[in-house]
């Protein structure tokens, strides 16, 4: 995807209560378009592959028994 493409973010998050994964989406713009970049068992993700000096956002959502929850706010990180 656009998000994964030589620098390391490690993005984590709080658990959400009743949650068995995490989807961890990605863009190169606040508002979007979003790339799944992984899903989760775990409150943490390590990317790889950033390019250095790019702004990259991700969210997170929480998926449980009843489904979807809502995404999280929107968290930048600069690429080092």
Do not use: H
């Amino acid at each position: 995807t656009a998000c994964l493409l030589a620098e390391v973010a490690v993005r984590s998050w709080d658990a959400v209560r009743g949650a068995y994964s995490y989807v961890l989406e990605c863009a190169q713009a606040e508002n979007g378009p979003w790339s799944q970049v992984a899903v989760s068992t775990t409150s943490s993700y390590i990317a790889s592959g950033l390019q250095s000096g790019k702004k990259y956002f991700f969210r997170v959502q929480g998926v449980g028994a009843a489904g979807p929850g809502a995404w999280s706010e929107v968290a930048l990180k600069m690429a080092a």
